[in-house]
């Protein structure tokens, strides 16, 4: 107790959004009684209008939870509507006390040592968001984006920021501290289909925050295949495509109100609709992004991809930055033979010709619109065999 009599605020507060989460709800609250966290705890609870059995299953746990120290916080509306997840973490974490805040899924699970161990870091990193390796249910779902997800290399939480994978470490996996939160924050409200986690974690790269990732599996990450068919789409034009090098549906590394693939309707907070991200893309995201933090160090560069991703990037580049490229380059001898991609869209004239080279005759900086983990190892090897740095010579953005 603090003076007065008042009880103090809780170290770890756990932010969980649910909507319509009965079939996960018991198993994930469960994961939070587990906790081998030694500090106080509290559970911020927000309710988006769910209208199933979620809230008398949060109920039936607030009394468990309670009876073993953990302070449970429940907020929420009724109304027809969900608001989203944007909204919803944000009146989680308003409602909350916490000097640190443990994000969760209601579809998820956290292994017992999550918050002990997230905690340990963040007091380390006050200025991090803290990430963790996960354990994707069912174990052979989503093996490449996985794969990426457990495998990056602690500089390459950095380095690989520009892909379509979204945040290096993954939402559901975040901890952070309040302080740092609200130096950042809050979340995009904008509702469904807007990319709330990733642009909140380019706010937080912006502002100088670093990324810190356990080396442990510390959450059950849950991959829905019925949720397969709920995608968030990049527009690009007039055509919908989803982005490169993944088939999104529910959401990626990009959590609860965008990308994953085959992430429930729970995430989506509006059902099986398909949404665009209003007028601003996902992809226009990315590729602003990339032309603010990478190429303003870059005098001039090699888009290697001469396909039609490397043509698409190219194409969505403002002007300074198109005339930075140099070069196309590949290992496809057809493309090759071409000789040089002309932007017959483009206004100046002449029309812009750009060579299409082989790899080997092309020079670095990179930026690479090819799908890792696709080729067998053959495209790895052709760039580790350029003896090459990450992040100064080439950075990946597929």
């Known amino acids: 107790m603090e003076a007065g009599g008042q009880p103090a605020a809780p170290h770890v507060s756990v932010i969980l959004p649910v909507h319509n989460a009965e079939a996960w709800l018991d198993e994930c609250l469960r994961s939070v009684l587990q906790q081998d966290f030694e500090g106080s705890m509290e559970l911020s609870v927000f309710n988006d209008a769910s209208k199933d059995k979620s809230m008398t299953i949060i109920e039936k746990w607030k009394v468990k939870l309670e009876d073993s120290g953990i302070l449970v916080v429940i907020g929420g509306h009724d109304s027809p509507s969900p608001r989203g997840v944007g909204y919803s973490k944000n009146q989680a974490i308003a ?156 959401r990626c590394g990009f959590s609860t109100g965008i990308l994953c693939p085959g992430r429930a309707d729970v995430h989506l907070h509006g059902g099986c609709h398909v949404h665009c991200h209003n007028r601003t893309t996902i992809w226009t995201h990315r590729v602003r992004f990339l032309e603010e933090r990478a190429l303003p160090h870059w005098a001039a560069f090699t888009i290697w991809n001469a396909g039609r991703q490397g043509r698409r990037l190219y194409r969505s580049l403002m002007a300074e930055s198109r005339r930075k490229v140099v070069a196309f380059c590949d290992v496809d001898e057809n493309k090759i033979k071409k000789g040089f991609y002309s932007y017959e869209d483009s206004e100046e004239r002449p029309k812009p010709r750009v060579p299409i080279l082989h790899f080997r005759a092309a020079r670095p900086p990179f930026v690479i619109c090819v799908k890792l983990d696709l080729t067998g190892g053959a495209f790895e090897d052709n760039l580790r065999s350029l003896h090459l740095q990450e992040g100064r010579d080439f950075l990946h953005f597929s």
């Not at 292994?111 to 340990?120: D, F, K, N, W």
């Not at 006050?126 to 495998?151: A, D, H, K, L, M």
């Open 95 to 250: 409602q909350s006390s916490g000097s640190y805040l443990c994000f969760l899924d209601s579809d998820d699970a956290m292994m017992p040592q999550r918050v002990r161990l997230q905690h340990e870091a963040a007091v380390r990193h006050p200025t991090s968001i803290i990430g963790c390796q996960v354990r994707r249910e069912p174990p052979n779902s989503t093996e490449r984006y996985t794969r990426w997800i457990n495998q990056l290399a602690s500089d390459q939480l950095l380095t690989q920021v520009f892909t379509s994978h979204g945040p290096t470490v993954v939402m559901p996996t975040w901890f952070c501290s309040r302080e740092w939160f609200s130096h950042v924050g809050p979340f995009d409200e904008g509702g469904q289909g807007v990319p709330e986690d990733l642009l909140f974690f380019y706010s937080h790269l912006r502002k100088g925050g670093g990324v810190v990732r356990v080396d442990q599996s510390l959450l059950i990450y849950r991959y829905h295949p019925k949720a397969a068919t709920h995608s968030v789409l990049e527009r690009i034009g007039d055509s919908v495509l989803p982005p490169e090098g993944m088939s999104f549906a529910g």
